[in-house]
């Protein structure tokens, strides 16, 4: 199985900050999808990436899939209280399973 | 819209109890999966479904069963609870399969403890 791995796993941060949130694998995705997720509810697409290289943003949201098609990153610009939640990272294996792999997460906190 | 809708939400269990979550969607997807959520491991798949009459083993697919009963509706099945099943499950379809890039809807979770 592929393994997606985010980082940083928690991130505190001050309204008006930005940030960014990595998820990296030693191995290709045929495409990159980004989830948010809040308390008590199931995660919520953001975006998928398909083609290595693109560039993808969602207002203050911007979406990057790696050249290889190994690595994806989201970047924050200017985060508000409304963006506090836990974005997941999920890969399309490449071997026709037809399933998605989950990253364990970054769990975002931004404060007033 | 109801989208996806699950059935219970929370559930307390002794080991060695059975019981069935249910799923059903409103959305006419062919697509329909399980996944279990925890802390630190993210979403794992136990069970998909990419069209009604076929269902397949995901990552962690051991101690579970699942009926695709119609296109809307797919159960996951405990046997015997045990311990190491204390999750929280969701539930999520997708009109198109996730290798055309299809987008997965999720449930809002059932909260299953096994004592």
């Known amino acids: 199985t592929q393994l997606l791995e985010q980082s940083p796993q928690f991130l505190s941060i001050q309204e008006g900050e930005n940030l960014t949130v990595y998820c990296n694998s030693s191995?290709?995705?045929?495409?990159l999808q980004w989830y948010r997720q809040e308390p008590g509810e199931g995660p919520v697409l953001l975006v998928t990436?398909?083609?290595?290289?693109e560039v993808k943003k969602l207002k203050r949201l911007t979406f990057q899939f790696g050249d290889a098609r190994k690595d994806s990153s989201l970047h924050i610009t200017a985060a508000q209280p409304g963006d506090t939640g836990l974005y997941l990272c999920?890969?399309?294996?490449?071997?026709?399973?037809?399933?998605?792999?989950f990253g364990a997460g970054t769990r975002l906190a931004v404060h007033p | 819209n109801a989208g996806v809708t699950q059935t219970p939400k929370f559930q307390v269990l002794k080991t060695g109890q059975s019981m069935t979550l249910q799923c059903a969607q409103d959305?006419?997807?062919?697509?329909m999966y399980w996944y279990r959520q925890d802390p630190g491991m993210g979403l794992r798949l136990i069970y998909y479904?990419?069209?009604?009459?076929?269902?397949d083993k995901g990552e962690v697919p051991n101690g579970y069963n699942v009926s695709r009963l119609n296109k809307r509706e797919f159960s996951l099945r405990l046997e015997s609870a045990a311990p190491s099943q204390t999750s929280v499950y969701f539930c999520a379809s997708s009109e198109r399969t996730v290798m055309n890039t299809g987008e997965l809807f999720f449930g809002e979770g059932s909260r299953l403890t096994v004592l």
């Open positions: 191995s290709v995705f045929s495409s």
């Open positions: 479904s990419a069209s009604e009459g076929t269902t």
């Open positions: 999920a890969g399309v294996e490449t071997r026709g399973y037809n399933k998605l792999i």
């Open positions: 959305m006419n997807h062919n697509s």
């Open positions: 990436v398909v083609t290595g290289g």
